[in-house]
Structure formats: structure tokens, C-alpha cells
């Protein structure tokens, strides 16, 4: 199966890991691999650990790196990057690639339910495990259904939207990602319809709830930290704002010096930083990138170096 991505800020992401040839490095988030295959170009002894969740990707990678001996594939959730690379004896690495979201294989896959361009069944689970869009469309009350479009969507006509959900799985249970999006279209404004979809921020609010994806960007984070070694680099790459305030916030956390208040003459606290910051401002596409690439538009890339 061909699972097509154009990895996006690939020259910024593979510069900021500063990769060493004889390192090992983690690519948490691997999808077709356009990362995993940059990082691997740049080792002679060092071993690249690419995981996913989505049972196609793992099939192209491990298709597209089988003649590679510095390979190694992992199917699981970069959530669980600590435990992953503890069971095959690796407890310390030069650095952790995180490329946050959907992928582009994904969106395009119509039958995989994350696109509101095309009919297809309402599933969209990374893993293509657990519990799909299509339960919890049809079951989750009203305030629950509103709270996550309101809080992962940040759409303000959550109330409407979600009113309008609940009104037509009373008709009949909404099986597809069309029928989806057309009771969002009749529940929004006239002139919302005219600023882009306006099933954007609602397919990606129940997209991020199925798969727990904040969740496990913020068990990722942790997780990567700690197996990081000294001089160790994470980069992370999100592509909307929820996504990149956690990584903004968890990297100042580890960023942060002395927390004693400034009218104490000495510290007392003894907090001092864990982390250099590599970036201080998000790193974004440039024009180049994005005339190839409309998808990097949104894309935030934040590095930084375990001291």
C-alpha cells in the first residue's frame, strides 16, 4: 500500500537535530517515512527507531526501509515511547522527531473517514482500533458532544452544532462523513459557509477526541524527555494551536530556571533548567515550501536540547 506524505520543514527538522552518524534517534511519528528517510541518509552506525500507530504506515515502512541495517520499525503510540524502546533494551537516545496529526495518506484515504470532501463511512482512528467517529457522534449527550467541539475545535458555534447532531441521530443514527458535514453546514451562519468549510474544526475536534491526541502529545513529551540523553535534541512539529501550546508551555516548564520569588536573596528552590531552548519562536514554512505544499500552512516547528 502506498502511504504518500510530504514531510513538511524537513530541512529545518533534520538541521535542528543536529544528528550525530553513530546516534541513535527516534522518529515517533514516522507515517510514509519522508522524515525517518532523511535521518537515515545522515547514519553510519546509528540506529533510527520509526514507530506508528496506523497499520499502513508500518506496512510502507517497513517495505520502504527493509535493505536499511540502521532500521528498526515499531507499530504502537508515540505515547508510549518510553515503554516501546525500554522493551527492546534502549533507554537513551540523541533525539525524538514528533510530527503531530494527521497524516496526508490518512486525509486522502476517503475510506478511512477524516476527510469531510468525500462520502465515506465516519471512522477516523489512526490506529484503525478502538472506538470510531461514528459511536461517538451517535453517542456522547449534548454537553459532551459541545465540549469537545468547543475545546478541541475552538468553534464557537459548538452549541448549534452539536444541537444539530443530536437532533438528527434522534431521525436516524449519522453514519458517514458527508452526512457529518452537511448537519454542521445547516447549523452554522450563512456567511461562516462562505469562509472555508465549515466542517473544518469540527472534523477535527472529534478527530482529536477519537484518537486521544492531546493526550498523548503531552505522555509523548514526557516520555521523550526522559530517554532523552545530555545533548540530546527533541523536535516537535504541530499544526494547530492547541498542539503547539503544549509543546510551547511544556518546553518553557522545562526551560525555566529558579521559580523563588524575586524579592528572595538567594535561591532557594533549587530548580535550574532542564532544557536549551533551540528555538525561541516557532519555526514556520516559507513561501518555497508552500507553494508545494499548501497542507505546511498551519505547520509550527519547536526544537529544543536536554542539558
Known amino acids: 500500500m502506498e502511504f504518500s506524505h510530504i514531510p513538511v520543514l524537513l530541512d529545518e527538522t533534520i538541521e535542528g537535530l543536529n544528528i550525530n552518524p553513530n546516534g541513535i534517534y527516534v522518529d515517533g511519528t514516522a507515517g510514509g517515512g519522508g522524515h525517518s528517510g532523511e535521518i537515515l541518509k545522515r547514519l553510519?552506525?546509528?540506529?533510527?527507531?520509526?514507530?506508528?500507530r496506523d497499520p499502513d504506515a508500518v506496512c510502507t515502512l517497513t517495505e520502504r526501509f527493509k535493505k536499511n541495517e540502521n532500521s528498526i520499525i515499531v507499530k504502537g503510540n508515540f505515547a508510549d515511547i518510553k515503554e516501546l524502546l525500554a522493551q527492546r533494551g534502549v533507554f537513551r537516545v540523541d533525539g525524538v522527531l514528533l510530527d503531530i496529526g494527521v497524516s496526508s495518506h490518512q486525509l486522502d484515504?476517503?475510506?478511512r473517514g477524516f476527510s469531510f470532501h468525500e462520502d465515506a463511512p465516519l471512522d477516523m482512528r489512526m490506529?484503525?482500533?478502538?472506538t470510531t467517529a461514528e459511536e461517538l457522534v451517535n453517542t456522547l449527550p449534548y454537553e459532551e458532544l459541545k465540549r469537545i467541539i468547543f475545546e478541541y475545535g475552538e468553534e464557537k458555534y459548538a452549541p448549534s452544532i452539536a444541537r444539530g447532531i443530536v437532533e438528527s441521530r434522534e431521525q436516524?443514527?449519522?453514519?458517514?462523513?458527508l452526512e457529518l458535514a452537511e448537519i454542521i453546514k445547516n447549523n452554522v451562519p450563512q456567511r461562516v459557509r462562505r469562509?472555508?468549510?465549515?466542517?473544518?474544526?469540527?472534523?477535527?475536534?472529534?478527530?482529536i477526541a477519537v484518537n486521544d491526541e492531546l493526550e498523548a502529545l503531552k505522555r509523548g513529551l514526557d516520555g521523550a524527555f526522559d530517554i532523552l540523553g545530555s545533548g540530546g535534541r527533541l523536535a516537535v512539529i504541530t499544526f494547530h494551536s492547541l498542539e503547539d501550546r503544549i509543546v510551547k508551555q511544556k518546553m518553557a516548564q522545562w526551560a525555566q530556571g529558579c521559580t523563588c520569588p524575586k524579592d528572595f536573596p538567594v535561591c532557594v528552590c533549587g530548580n535550574k533548567p532542564k532544557v536549551r531552548?533551540?528555538?525561541?519562536?516557532?519555526?514556520?514554512?516559507n513561501?518555497?515550501?508552500?507553494t508545494q505544499n499548501a497542507r505546511a500552512r498551519s505547520a509550527k516547528l519547536r526544537i529544543c536540547e536536554k542539558i
Open 172 to 177: 436516524k443514527p449519522v453514519k458517514t462523513t
Open 109 to 111: 484515504t476517503a475510506e
Open 277 to 285: 531552548l533551540i528555538t525561541r519562536k516557532p519555526v514556520c514554512a
Open 287 to 290: 513561501e518555497t515550501e508552500l
Open 44 to 52: 553510519t552506525s546509528g540506529k533510527l527507531i520509526s514507530i506508528d
Open 195 to 207: 469562509d472555508g468549510h465549515p466542517a473544518r474544526k469540527t472534523f477535527q475536534a472529534i478527530r
Open 127 to 130: 490506529s484503525q482500533r478502538g
